[in-house]
């Protein structure tokens, strides 16, 4: 049983095994057509469709997605900026960080720095000028950037 919390109180979805089972194919690839992904498991395409349905329903899955090769699309720079907010203000700044197409991710966390943000831009010019309309979002106390030299491990390595 998965135990999720909510702003409206705990949430109990019940998987069996076949559920995790499918989850696992499907977060590998999407788009794996239910028909190879029953093959795979010994059941139905239909019996893969209605508990894929049902984790819909239940929130379990929240949505599909694509990865895309963002160097191949000219996004060679990669870098992780953590950002320190003035408190009550975590919102507005996430929000002021959403306008910026080369802000990837927007995680909250808890330590030294309230966000961490993952960046890709097409070069270092593209870069500063980021950090720097990072830096005028109001309430932004500070900002450090940390650029990736290479990826061993994530959806385009």
Do not use: C
Not at 69 to 88: C, M, S, T, Y
Not at 120 to 133: A, F, H, N, Q, Y
Request: charged residues 30%; aromatic residues 6%; negative net charge.
């Amino acid at each position: 049983m998965i135990v999720r919390t909510s702003y409206y109180g705990v949430l109990r979805v019940r998987l069996d095994e076949l559920d995790h089972k499918i989850l696992e194919v499907l977060r590998k690839d999407s788009r794996t057509p239910f028909t190879e992904v029953g093959r795979g498991l010994g059941v139905s395409d239909a019996t893969v469709h209605v508990r894929v349905n049902k984790m819909i329903d239940e929130g379990v899955i929240t949505g599909f997605t694509v990865k895309v090769d963002e160097e191949a699309l000219g996004k060679r720079i990669h870098g992780f900026v953590l950002v320190n907010v003035q408190p009550g203000s975590l919102k507005d700044v996430v929000n002021g960080l959403l306008e910026h197409k080369e802000v990837n991710e927007v995680y909250e966390i808890h330590g030294p720095n309230d966000l961490i943000i993952k960046v890709e831009v097409e070069g270092l010019d593209e870069l500063r000028s980021l950090i720097l309309k990072v830096r005028e979002i109001p309430n932004v106390e500070t900002s450090e950037l940390f650029t990736v030299f290479k990826v061993w491990k994530g959806n385009n390595a």
